[in-house]
């Protein structure tokens, strides 16, 4: 079957939402659900440690879960472009802002406010088709600052 203009459209729609779930997951704290983005090859450079791969979905994982209890992040993610290769393959980079601080205290309801300055950064992504879906195969990601 040939590769046409709405197989391409499809494709872009759906990396799109893929690099959109991630933030939210991530926001979420839900990373069993976050790592499922991945392949299992996959490799990561996280954007507070640019140089330093993260290779495998076992290594990912750890680093997501190492993360400190207390701390809160709210990723938006913007200006999304997705290049197709082919029906399998396709390249893609976001620009991000990262704000995060302490979580809010749910006894109490006192809401923290952000304790960090706002973080921009970008995300260079391989993304590649799998059986269940589009996936990362790698996401690259360096803040400006």
Request: aromatic share 8%; hydrophobic share 40%; glycine share 4%.
């Given at each position: 079957?040939?590769?046409?203009?709405?197989?391409?459209?499809?494709?872009?729609?759906e990396?799109?939402?893929?690099?959109?779930?991630?933030?939210?997951?991530?926001?979420?704290?839900?990373?069993?659900?976050?790592?499922?983005?991945?392949?299992?090859?996959?490799?990561?450079?996280?954007?507070?440690?640019?140089?330093?791969?993260?290779?495998?979905r076992?290594?990912?994982?750890?680093?997501?879960?190492s993360?400190?209890?207390?701390?809160?992040?709210?990723?938006?993610?913007?200006?999304?472009?997705?290049?197709?290769?082919?029906?399998?393959?396709?390249?893609?980079?976001?620009?991000?802002v990262?704000?995060?601080?302490?979580?809010s205290?749910?006894?109490?309801g006192?809401?923290?406010?952000?304790?960090?300055?706002?973080?921009?950064?970008?995300?260079?992504?391989?993304?590649?088709?799998?059986?269940?879906?589009?996936?990362?195969?790698?996401?690259?990601?360096?803040?400006?600052?």
């Amino acid at each position: 079957m040939p590769f046409d203009a709405i197989q391409h459209l499809l494709i872009g729609q759906e990396c799109q939402r893929l690099i959109h779930r991630y933030a939210y997951l991530n926001d979420e704290r839900d990373f069993d659900a976050l790592i499922e983005l991945f392949t299992d090859d996959a490799i990561l450079y996280r954007p507070s440690a640019p140089a330093t791969p993260l290779v495998g979905r076992e290594v990912i994982l750890a680093a997501f879960r190492s993360r400190p209890a207390d701390l809160r992040t709210f990723h938006l993610c913007t200006d999304v472009i997705v290049d197709v290769e082919d029906p399998e393959h396709a390249l893609a980079r976001s620009r991000v802002v990262l704000l995060s601080g302490a979580r809010s205290d749910s006894e109490t309801g006192i809401v923290d406010v952000v304790s960090k300055p706002p973080a921009p950064g970008t995300f260079q992504d391989r993304l590649r088709l799998t059986a269940q879906g589009w996936k990362f195969s790698e996401r690259r990601g360096s803040f400006w600052i």
